[in-house]
């Protein structure tokens, strides 16, 4: 059975808004292996910022604990996602490399 990058896609991509804001499918199909992964990584960052602000508001009392915990929530799952991410293209590097010429 085969899956479809356009379907993986389309799939993520509703779950995600099921999940409400955080770390957001790409809309454009197509495109380069490398953009997609640009733009993951600046996701991964915009999260991580976004929670530091969320963190600073709150030491000086103008965002909640709530605000807080879903911040710093959205920035663990998207870092865990860059890291499952960057573990399975490390597993087909090492496959590859496996092959016999």
């Not at 804001?21 to 990584?41: N, R, S, Y």
């Not at 600046?42 to 530091?52: I, M």
């Not at 998207?78 to 991410?85: F, G, K, N, P």
């Amino acid at each position: 059975m085969s899956i479809r990058a356009a379907d993986a896609l389309s799939a993520y991509a509703q779950v995600t808004k099921q999940m409400g804001p955080g770390l957001e499918a790409p809309t454009k199909p197509g495109g380069a292996f490398a953009d997609l992964l640009k733009d993951v990584a600046t996701d991964a960052v915009q999260a991580g910022q976004k929670a530091d602000k969320m963190t600073m508001a709150a030491i000086d009392g103008e965002a909640g604990v709530t605000e807080v915990v879903t911040a710093l929530a959205n920035a663990e799952i998207t870092l865990q996602t860059v890291v499952a991410v960057r573990d399975r293209v490390v597993q087909a590097y090492q496959e590859i490399l496996r092959m016999p010429i």
